[in-house]
Every structure is written in structure tokens, then in C-alpha cells.
């Protein structure tokens, strides 16, 4: 089985050597609300996942595990 958008965005973030913080800044939420969504205690909402895909310059089909294409 491929890997789940939750371990896919905590490896985007790591890869880019972002902490929590900084990408929950950036999506205009709390720290705390990013790492309910690392976690996949909370669903990552659409504006959150089209932002991120800009962000890590990533597809959203790559971003939740659908392709392995990250363009």
C-alpha cells in the first residue's frame, strides 16, 4: 500500500526542513491545528491542501498518495 497524505505532508515539511510552526503560519492556522492534521486526528481541509501543493510545488494527486509524480 502507498503512503497516506498524512505521511506525505509531514515528509514534504521534513524534506524542506520546515517546522510546524512555519507552515501553520503559513496556512493561517495554529501550530496545534497543523499537527492535528500531521497526525490525522483532523481532516485537512481543500484550501489547506491546494496552498500546501503550491507551497512544496507538488500535485494534489502526488500529495494525497494518488500519483508518485510529484508534478
Known sequence: MGKTYVQIMREL???????????????????????????????LPIRHLIKLCDYYHVSSD??????????
Not at 24 to 36: C, F, I, K, P, V
Not at 64 to 70: A, I, N, P
Open 13 to 43: 515539511r521534513e524534506d524542506n526542513d520546515r517546522t510546524q510552526q512555519e507552515i501553520a503560519d503559513y496556512l493561517g492556522t495554529s501550530q496545534t491545528m497543523y499537527a492535528r492534521y500531521e497526525r490525522g486526528a483532523n481532516e
Open 62 to 71: 502526488y500529495f494525497l498518495g494518488r500519483s508518485s509524480y510529484k508534478k
